[in-house]
């Protein structure tokens, strides 16, 4: 597609989708940077107006359907905001936490969609692009409820790329794995999953290999920003894309191995054997 039109950017405050934001209007968009609160958003009009880019900052927050107002013109929407969850076994993770992680994760991309679809179609048609994880292809413990929530989005968009096709809308998801954003630091702490005594080894385990995984693989949200921005214009990207090294390495994988094979690795990775 031509980087043209307006691009709506949810959660553009800081991390990846502040830095796909400024991209998009570096290409040539013209970027609409939703965020809860514009405030937050004061140093990204700072920078977009230095270099003199079609960026203007709105508040938009995704669990809230009354704050959902879209632009006419719309060509692309990335549904970037989400939450991350503790890190505890299914048994102890309190429902609060699922309930919450989906209103934004699921729900949240579901309320704007419902929205940006006739904004797309009216203007010619365009792009989606959902922010999911690279942990979908890795059966990472005690991550069910954060993965659990991207995988439905992950379905989402393969039902709204059968909707879409015929309405000249195109579905893309990015899968990252660990970009260098708030999000990513919070997250480098032990799992919660260790004050349960039946779960503490696994805990460890995987504690140490994501430590591990991440060492030295952390990408920039600029290079990132950059790859999505990249997939975005090319109409002939696939469905599923990665922005960084270890995201590619995982989807490659997923994508040349059958399924129960590949999990398998996976598990033996953590220790874990499969049946014999």
């Not at 080894?201 to 995984?213: E, I, P, T, V």
Request: glycine share 8%.
């Amino acid at each position: 597609m031509e980087p043209s039109g307006v691009a709506l950017v949810t959660g553009a405050s800081r991390g990846l989708g502040r830095a796909i934001a400024l991209e998009l209007a570096r290409r040539g968009f013209e970027v609409v940077a939703a965020m809860r609160d514009p405030a937050d958003g004061a140093p990204l009009v700072r920078e977009a107006e230095a270099e003199r880019l079609a960026l203007s900052v709105a508040p938009l927050d995704v669990t809230l359907p009354q704050t959902i107002a879209l632009p006419d013109g719309l060509r692309v929407v990335v549904n970037n905001a989400g939450l991350d969850a503790l890190y505890e076994p299914v048994e102890h993770q309190p429902l609060a936490v699922w309930r919450a992680l989906f209103e934004t994760n699921v729900f949240g991309v579901v309320e704007v969609m419902r929205r940006a679809v006739p904004k797309l179609v009216a203007s010619g048609g365009g792009v989606v692009c959902n922010v999911t994880s690279a942990s979908l292809c890795f059966p990472m413990p005690f991550y069910a409820a954060y993965r659990a929530s991207k995988a439905a989005v992950s379905a989402l968009g393969e039902s709204l790329r059968a909707e879409l096709a015929p309405l000249g809308v195109r579905v893309l998801e990015v899968l990252p794995g660990p970009i260098d954003t708030d999000m990513l630091a919070a997250s480098d702490r032990p799992p919660e999953a260790l004050a349960h005594a039946p779960y503490r080894a696994l805990a460890q385990r995987a504690w140490d290999g994501r430590r591990r995984s991440v060492s030295g693989r952390v990408t920039s949200p600029a290079a990132a920003a950059r790859a999505i921005a990249d997939a975005i214009v090319d109409d002939a990207a696939p469905l599923r894309v990665a922005c960084d090294d270890h995201g590619r390495g995982l989807l490659a994988g997923w994508r040349a191995s059958e399924d129960e094979a590949w999990m398998l690795s996976m598990l033996a990775s953590l220790g874990i054997a499969g049946p014999s």
